[in-house]
């Protein structure tokens, strides 16, 4: 790579629409508490934080004001990276969700559900 340049994007995503809404589906039944907020008050929120990355990912957001429409992200670049490769994209649920959710409780990067604010 070359200095100061990020090069391409590769996202390792999973080939049909994941909801939003079944990530905080999944996250109740952890026993996480937490309001349901519009798009509008997302992009607010996450703009808000101070981290680019964050506020960057406001600019994806879908435009339906509910968790229901997925978020998408183009993958013609992983695809073709992984051409000849044994590597595939399992779907996200079940397991592999349950898999992600742990590492993320288990980094700290989600808190525990008694340190949830409501």
Do not use: C, K
Request: hydrophobic residues 40%; aromatic residues 8%.
């Amino acid at each position: 790579m070359t200095r100061g340049r990020t090069g391409a994007t590769y996202h390792l995503t999973s080939l049909g629409p994941f909801p939003v809404a079944a990530v905080l589906d999944r996250l109740r039944d952890r026993g996480h508490h937490f309001a349901s907020l519009t798009r509008e008050q997302w992009v607010h929120a996450l703009n808000e934080t101070g981290d680019d990355i964050l506020a960057l990912a406001a600019t994806h957001l879908p435009s339906a004001s509910d968790a229901d429409a997925p978020v998408a992200f183009g993958r013609d670049n992983t695809l073709i990276a992984l051409a000849d490769s044994p590597i595939s994209f399992p779907p996200i649920e079940g397991a592999v969700l349950d898999a992600y959710l742990d590492h993320f409780a288990d980094t700290g990067f989600f808190p525990a559900p008694s340190e949830m604010r409501t």
